[in-house]
């Protein structure tokens, strides 16, 4: 396994630890099981775009419209192009969505009903929080400041749920994002190893080649 694949499910491992802090939001968690489902589908897409090319604004770009075409067929299917293009009416419905589900965070206590603007709002926050920690720890190889988008999903759960998230899904999420950092200096030592590695092969080479010289 790459180091860069191996970052690639650390991300998606820290992201899902930290989003178990909006479960106590709901009363169902069947949510997080579409949500990881998208999210797999965004690392996927991700993971074979950084093998095509190496260009990582074009990687995240590429990502941000898989994630909203995902949207779209779960949430705007009927009203899409297609089914697949968010066109117009789309648009209108994922704006009614999202009015419709702040709404209901303010009407109901905690845990509220899974409505499908709440759905919306909760699968939509894992997605670009997810997005957010993949493009900074994989497509960017800088593990440190995702640990950011991962502690504002967790304080937005912790400030909603009634008595904070607790100290399980603290622990949680910060078990996830510790095994991100883990697998960033593993791949970091990995890529020194290679360098260093390299540079003795060159070296030796030189020296024999030194050696084998006429006097």
């Known amino acids: 396994m790459s180091g860069r694949t191996r970052?690639?499910?650390c991300a998606f491992v820290a992201t899902m630890s930290a989003s178990c802090a909006l479960l106590p939001l709901v009363g169902t968690s069947r949510w997080i099981a579409q949500?990881?489902?998208?999210?797999?589908?965004?690392?996927g897409v991700g993971m074979l775009a950084r093998r095509l090319w190496s260009g990582r604004v074009l990687t995240v770009g590429l990502q941000?419209?898989?994630?909203?075409?995902?949207?779209?067929v779960?949430?705007?299917r009927e009203e899409a192009?297609?089914?697949?293009?968010?066109?117009?009416?789309?648009?209108?419905?994922?704006?009614?969505?999202l009015t419709a589900g702040s709404e209901d965070i303010g009407r109901y206590a905690t845990p509220a009903p899974?409505?499908?603007g709440i759905r919306l709002i909760l699968v939509g926050t894992v997605l670009l929080v997810g997005l957010a920690v993949d493009a900074l720890a994989v497509t960017f190889r800088s593990a440190a400041p995702a640990g950011l988008p991962l502690l504002a999903?967790?304080?937005?759960?912790?400030?909603?749920?009634d008595g904070g998230s607790g100290r399980l899904w603290f622990l949680l999420a910060a078990c996830g994002y510790l095994l991100l950092l883990l697998a960033e200096g593993r791949d970091r030592l990995s890529r020194w190893g290679r360098v260093f590695?390299?540079?003795?092969?060159?070296?030796g080479g030189l020296a024999a080649g030194l050696d084998g010289a006429p006097g």
Not at 153 to 161: C, D, I, N, R, T
Request: no cysteine.
């Open 7 to 9: 970052l690639a499910l």
């Open 35 to 43: 949500a990881a489902f998208l999210l797999a589908v965004q690392g």
């Open 64 to 72: 941000a419209l898989v994630t909203l075409f995902s949207l779209t």
């Open 74 to 76: 779960v949430f705007a």
């Open 81 to 97: 192009l297609f089914g697949v293009l968010p066109g117009p009416q789309a648009v209108q419905w994922f704006a009614e969505l």
């Open 114 to 116: 899974a409505t499908d």
């Open 153 to 161: 999903l967790y304080s937005v759960a912790a400030g909603l749920a």
């Open 197 to 203: 590695g390299g540079v003795s092969r060159s070296a």
